[in-house]
């Protein structure tokens, strides 16, 4: 998405906290790098969602992998470079 992304993890290590402020600060430093600009790209904070019930993350995963299909970016799912799940 051009202004957010969708994850659907199991942390094995760590805080979700600090799983975010690692993929905040290296995504910004690589884009920062490759357009040569600098500062700040995201918004403080995130939003989550927990996923509790072993039988929500097919409903879970469906929606994440049909979000561009929604957003207009593609005509079919599999168009979308990052669509692939096991969940389809």
Known sequence: MP???HW???LHQGTLGQL?????SRSSKSI????????RLWQRGYHDRAV???????????Y????????GL??????????D???L
């Open 32 to 39: 920062n790098e490759r357009t040569a600009t600098q500062g």
């Open 52 to 62: 509790r019930r072993e039988e929500h993350i097919k409903v879970a995963a469906r």
């Open 20 to 24: 975010m402020c690692r993929v905040k």
């Open 3 to 5: 202004d957010h992304f």
């Open 74 to 83: 593609v005509k079919k799912v599999g168009d979308y470079p990052l669509w």
């Open 64 to 71: 994440i992998v049909m979000n561009p299909l929604r957003a």
């Open 8 to 10: 659907l993890i199991q």
């Open 85 to 87: 799940a096991i969940w």
